[in-house]
T-cell receptor, first 111, second 114 residues
Framework: DQQVKQNSPSLSVQEGRISILNCDYTNSMFDYFLWYKKYPAEGPTFLISISSIKDKNEDGRFTVFLNKSAKHLSLHIVPSQPGDSAVYFC??????????FGTGTRLQVFP | KAGVTQTPRYLIKTRGQQVTLSCSPISGHRSVSWYQQTPGQGLQFLFEYFSETQRNKGNFPGRFSGRQFSNSRSEMNVSTLELGDSALYLCASSETSGSIDEQFFGPGTRLTVL
């Protein structure tokens, strides 16, 4: 059973607009959440993270929101750029346990 | 600093064979984790090694095994290959065990089982 779900396999956004990627999880014990970006033929690279004691974390154009009551995580990219086109994975863990990844969302940013 | 390297990058095997994949972590990193990426399943954790000891293990059958050497290089082995083992195998290294957001991934080994 999938403990972390990214229900949108793909997303297409115009350059300059906002990209919103969503992630849902099932276990309320998860206490740390991360987003990774993956280009073809490369390994995932860490993008941004958030602890369960926060509900928002910002890093430049990237903001992650955490709604613990809804067990929902989202990544906002503003403004979106063509170089942001990649597959985005959300991931989570409990304490120092193993990372659990979602299935990924392919983001395409078009001019 | 050189990044995480994985060899080989591509591999084609037939059912029933075994395969060994190699991962060299970033210099100074002592933790190596392995993941399997398949379409529709995302990245699934296989195991983590730290200082030559397996620290954590995912829900994979015993056909999947690994080890880590004293220089922190790691290998994973899959025996009696099945078609469903076709996937991208990624390794990631970090300085210590549990340093999740400082985990750096290699480019992966694409395994195709025919």
């Amino acid at each position: 059973d999938q403990q972390v779900k990214q229900n949108s396999p793909s997303l297409s956004v115009q350059e300059g607009r906002i990209s919103i990627l969503n992630c849902d999880y099932t276990n309320s014990m998860f206490d740390y959440f991360l987003w990774y970006k993956k280009y073809p033929a490369e390994g995932p690279t860490f993008l941004i993270s958030i602890s369960s004691i926060k509900d928002k974390n910002e890093d430049g154009r990237f903001t992650v929101f955490l709604n613990k009551s809804a067990k929902h995580l989202s990544l906002h990219i503003v403004p979106s750029q063509p170089g942001d086109s990649a597959v985005y994975f959300c991931a989570t863990r409990h304490n120092t346990d193993k990372l659990i990844f979602g299935t990924g969302t392919r983001l395409q940013v078009f001019p | 600093k050189a990044g995480v390297t994985q060899t080989p990058r591509y591999l084609i095997k037939t059912r029933g064979q075994q395969v060994t994949l190699s991962c060299s972590p970033i210099s100074g990193h002592r933790s190596v984790s392995w993941y399997q990426q398949t379409p529709g399943q995302g990245l699934q954790f296989l195991f983590e090694y730290f200082s030559e000891t397996q620290r954590n293990k995912g829900n994979f059958p015993g056909r999947f095994s690994g080890r880590q050497f004293s220089n922190s290089r790691s290998e994973m082995n899959v025996s009696t290959l099945e078609l469903g083992d076709s996937a991208l195998y990624l390794c990631a290294s970090s300085e210590t065990s549990g340093s999740i957001d400082e985990q750096f991934f290699g480019p992966g080994t694409r395994l195709t089982v025919l």
